[in-house]
């Protein structure tokens, strides 16, 4: 690798960077720690696209970081609604409200790490981005273009940390690891990468290679396992009954349809569908039928369907929802 990859690749960043909500102008003030460490947290397993305009509402909504630690649990659960992956939103209320209580972010890649929910890749993004600080940040984007660099087929996760150090630099961190990212986004992307625009180009051996979509090789995915599920439809007076999930597991704390637990096997006779919903989860996939039953289960609230979409609904049970609410009104005009 040459010595002024690191040089071509920031400036190439000062003239193609991202407008991000969460982000500083290369060149000037590192943004506040605490929008760093926000976005980075919604940002995992999520689009930039989707967590722009709901990072934007956090923060209206909550500016400092001692604002969300004060903020109660639902507000915050319903507020990270339709994002996913809810035990990010879980951590998120309990770091902020250990950061608040220590009066800031530490500066440090080990400090950080000892914060709830905050693993190697977030510590290093947030000591190198908001605190200036030299660190290896690797994300999906960065193994990428690391690999193609050194045309790595099958890299671990050692041999990418090794290639990612060899060209970070001493200075400028915030911006090197953000131009690292950008580049992986846009540029040097998983197919059709735009080799031409590339300021690594020169020192890449995929390219070299003629093929550089090869590096690296796709992993095998493995099929997801089913699980089968059941909500309940209470209706009452224009508005649904609606519970709180338990605090510990998926989807933990946040509203949702009553029903039983999930299981391996299809519910029998769990009554007339009124709908059925198929949701894809990180690690299997769930079927969830959605009956009509006429008493409230568990302890809930009756929420008028006229404001559902203020009920902070997780993406799984509004969709049922909105199937429900579709099919009636196609009932209502049929007869």
């Known amino acids: 690798m040459r010595a002024n990859a690191a040089e071509r690749l920031l400036q190439h960043y000062v003239d193609n960077f991202r407008t991000l909500p969460w982000r500083s102008p ?19 397993q999520t689009t930039v696209a989707a967590v722009a305009p709901r990072f934007e509402r956090f923060i209206r909504r909550w500016p400092t970081v001692q604002d969300l630690a004060g903020a ?36 440090t890649e080990p400090e950080l790490r000892k914060l709830p929910g905050i693993g190697e890749y977030t510590a290093a993004a947030i000591a190198a981005i908001a605190f200036g600080k030299r660190a290896v940040v690797i994300d999906a984007n960065v193994e990428r273009v690391a690999a193609r660099l050194n045309a790595l087929e099958r890299p671990s996760k050692a041999e990418l940390r090794i290639a990612v150090d060899a060209i970070t630099p001493e200075t400028r961190a915030g911006d090197f690891a953000q131009a ?51 909500a309940y439809w209470i209706e009452r007076s224009g508005a649904v009954w609606l519970v709180r999930r338990p605090a510990r597991g998926l989807l933990g704390g946040m509203p949702a349809l009553p029903g039983p637990e999930w299981e391996e096997q ?39 369907i006229a404001s559902i979409a203020d009920a902070g609904l997780p993406t799984l049970y509004r969709r049922a929802v909105d199937v429900v609410l579709e099919a009636n009104g196609e009932q209502r005009r049929a007869a």
């Not at 590192?30 to 995992?44: H, K, N, T």
């Not at 090869?214 to 599920?229: I, S």
């Open 180 to 230: 690292m990212m950008d580049l992986g986004a846009t540029v040097c992307r998983p197919r059709q990468p735009l080799c031409g625009e590339c300021p690594l180009s020169s020192d890449c051996r995929a390219f070299a290679s003629g093929q550089p979509e090869l590096f690296p090789a796709p992993k095998p995915r493995a099929a997801k396992p089913v699980r089968y599920g059941v």
């Open 72 to 107: 109660a649990d639902e507000e915050v659960l319903s507020e990270w609604a339709g994002l996913g992956y809810y035990a990010r939103a879980r951590n998120l209320i309990a770091c902020a409200r250990e950061v608040g209580a220590r009066g800031g972010f530490p500066d």
């Open 26 to 44: 290369p060149g000037t003030q590192p943004p506040d720690p605490y929008r760093v460490w926000l976005s980075e947290v919604m940002l995992q």
């Open 266 to 304: 299809p519910v029998a006779d769990a009554g007339p569908a009124l709908a059925s919903v198929r949701h894809v989860f990180t690690h299997f996939e769930l079927r969830l039928t959605v009956v009509q039953r006429r008493s409230p289960i568990g302890e809930g609230w009756w929420q008028p």
